[in-house]
């Protein structure tokens, strides 16, 4: 390194490089990396600085609507490298929150940068110094580095009373600057301004225009209130980053069309990059500051490295062109007419940059080869005699968790989501399965050490072990495969569709049978379990009591397969977030669990009066089977949709039929 800089100084002499100083830290981070072959087109994102003089950094944590999960965020935040954090008088619970986590966390004051905002309810001459004052103190400070106004319209979600404000924000601008002549505000700034009002604003202003805080997102990109805010000096941040707004604009929408948009799936599992990341780094370099908002800690982690990413130009204009931003008012409202919210909904465009897509597949599929090898935490061994339950998240990670306490003995972490139930090799010492990074893995039951990795295509399907030890799975990209257990692909077959569900082995062995996610053509395959060849008729048998018994309209969707017991009781779990135990007779509710969230995990039953499940709120539980008490439960990094496996010791023995010919108590 001390050759380095000795080079730097006889080619640039003393005075350029003491002019080059104020960037040194990033010169020196640079080179490391570069010497290391890592990230070494990675650019450092400056902080910006602001009219008020001061600096704010890029990158920081919103706290809208997180209640009573703020202060474990914020401290999850800090402790991660945040310094910037986002709050507001109307956030419930925040401010108060966000001090504590500040005290909390060791860091010293003066190192982060707090933003907050006045609730158009404390506009006002006396109003607004008052509503500071609070605020001050909630946050444990003598002063907040940026304040704005968060908007001029007391809408219900400020909880207004019929006469509120009681003053115009022209009354509570002036008194905001009077707060920064007392030191109280170091900046200030706005909220849902746009130029129309910015210029009425930076007429009437003494104290500058610091910042503008306004939705901005792939498809809404403010370009008139940030071509303005250039102009003038003014640091543009932008909020709802993910597209959260979409969710709010229409009754009964609820997808995000940023996360389940398909251009940005493809250009992620392009780039190994999380959708999040690429959007984040894409504002970034589009010059926008950016607060996305997120309580989960591993997200959180995630979502700052965005800092280590940098996106090509041709990238950055494949986003702008295939997500085309829609036209906005002067007042900041989108144009919405049904075809224009179709092709934010619908991904219209996701297709025109597919040539770019496909070179970009081809020149990283090598790298992505040798990443995904996943990586192992060990904490405990297992023991196949003790009962052990494992589960995979959408966080990505698989889990093996004791089944009396839910105490974590290993994990194991890929790099996308876990939907895929795992399956036991025939000697129990080998747990398989499927990660939509495309890889399918083996594991060593006893420490979650890596025996292989195949790649695949992205997996969702849970798979099936043959008599042999060949492993069967199918893909989200229509092929279904054949892995014998040293890790060598047998045979792979084209569907024609994903394959979303378990295959089945039957016939002795010799068939194996799945289904696809197709409607016009054969979705239902019988394939011969050695070749992978077509091997007969799929039939759909009438039995003979095929009739209705009885039927029970439960709160929600049913998205999982129901678990048996011997005593006539029937565990189901729905999409409205509960786990239930029916009556096999007559549906009759025995008990209700909530589980948080949407409940896609199939429960499953031991054989100690346990019933594990988990959920999309990131919990497995555990559930007494008789009172319907939750025994425990244990919180992973992400939705839980993949159903549990259990140790075979101790997996629930259901016998269809008591003996020949009686069915069990209350079998329908």
């Known amino acids: 390194m001390l050759g380095l800089e000795g080079q730097a100084r006889s080619e640039l002499g003393c005075d350029m490089l003491e002019k080059a100083m104020l960037s040194y830290r ?3 981070i640079i080179i490391i990396l570069d010497v290391q072959g890592v990230l070494n087109t990675v650019s450092p994102v400056p902080d910006r600085k602001m009219a008020s003089g001061y600096t704010i950094p890029v990158f920081g944590l919103g706290t809208a609507a997180m209640g009573d999960k703020t202060y474990d965020a914020v401290l999850s935040a800090l402790t991660a490298g945040y310094r910037m954090i986002d709050t507001a008088q109307a956030y419930w619970h925040s401010e108060e929150s966000i001090g504590r986590a500040i005290r909390d966390s060791g860091i010293p004051r003066e190192d982060i940068f707090i933003i907050s905002k006045l609730s158009p309810r404390h506009f006002g001459r006396d109003l607004t110094p008052r509503s500071v004052d609070v605020s001050l103190r909630k946050l444990g400070t003598d002063f907040i580095d940026l304040f704005l106004i968060h908007n001029i319209h007391c809408s219900d979600y400020f909880q207004c009373t019929p006469d509120e404000p009681k003053a115009t924000w022209e009354v509570a601008w002036k008194a905001m600057e009077e707060l920064h002549r007392q030191g109280k505000l170091r900046g200030l700034g706005v909220s849902n301004f746009y130029p129309p009002l910015l210029e009425k604003l930076v007429a009437m202003a003494e104290v500058p225009v610091s910042l503008v805080q306004n939705w901005f997102d792939p498809f809404y990109r403010d370009e008139a209130t940030r071509e303005y805010c250039e102009g003038h000096g003014i640091v543009y941040q932008g909020y709802s980053t993910f597209g959260t707004q979409w969710m709010y604009m229409r009754q009964g929408q609820d997808r995000n069309p940023v996360f389940t ?42 979502n700052l490295k965005v800092l280590d990413l940098e996106l090509s130009e041709k990238t950055v204009s494949g986003i702008d062109n295939n997500l085309a931003s829609v036209g906005i008012g002067v007042n900041g409202e989108p144009f919405l007419d049904d075809a224009t919210w179709n092709r934010i909904m619908g991904n219209l465009n996701a297709e025109s940059h597919d040539d770019d897509l496909t070179r970009l597949r081809a020149a990283t599929k090598e790298q992505r ?31 093996a968790l004791d089944g009396e306490n839910g105490h974590v003995k290993w994990t194991f972490t890929s790099e996308e989501d876990l939907g895929s139930t795992a399956a036991f090799s025939p000697d129990q010492s080998v747990l398989y399965f499927g990660s939509e990074d495309s890889f399918m893995y083996a594991l060593r039951v006893r420490d979650g050490q890596v025996v292989w990795t195949v790649e695949t295509g992205p997996v969702r399907s849970s798979c099936v072990v043959g008599w042999d030890g060949t492993v069967y799975v199918g893909t989200l990209d229509n092929q279904i495969y054949a892995i014998r257990s040293d890790g060598m692909v047998k045979w792979s077959c084209d569907l024609g569709g994903e394959i979303w569900g378990r295959p089945a082995i039957g016939s002795g062995g010799r068939l194996v049978y799945v289904g696809i996610m197709a409607e016009n053509t054969d979705n239902a395959f019988a394939l011969d379990s050695q070749t992978g060849t077509n091997g007969g008729s799929v039939l759909a048998v009438d039995i003979e009591r095929g009739k209705l018994k009885w039927e029970k309209k439960l709160g929600g969707e049913i998205l999982s397969s129901p678990a048996l017991d011997n005593e006539g009781n029937l565990y189901i ?47 497995v539980f555990a559930i007494n089977d008789e009172t319907g008490q939750v025994i425990w439960q244990v919180e992973t990094e992400g939705p839980v949709v993949a159903s549990p496996l259990i140790t075979a010791h101790h997996q629930y023995n259901y016998t269809l039929y008591r003996h020949s010919g009686e069915d069990t108590k209350d079998e329908l």
Do not use: C
């Open 26 to 28: 990033y010169f020196i």
């Open 369 to 399: 080869k040798e990443k995904h090898s996943g990586q192992t935490e060990s904490i405990d061994v297992v023991n196949r005699e003790d009962e052990t339950v494992f589960i995979g998240s959408d966080g990505g990670m698989m889990y």
């Open 261 to 302: 948009n398909s251009f940005l799936l493809q250009l992620s599992e392009t780039l190994d990059t999380p959708v999040a990341n690429i959007v984040l780094r894409w504002a970034l370099q589009k010059g926008v500051v950016v607060i996305p908002r997120s309580v989960n800690a591993e997200h959180i982690r995630n």
């Open 573 to 619: 779990s729905t999409s409205d977030g509960q786990v239930l135990k029916l009556k096999q007779k007559d549906g009759f509710t025995v008990w209700q669990v909530p589980a948080g969230d949407a409940v896609m995990s199939s429960p499953k039953l031991d054989a100690h009066g346990r019933v594990f499940v988990g959920s999309n709120s990131g919990f």
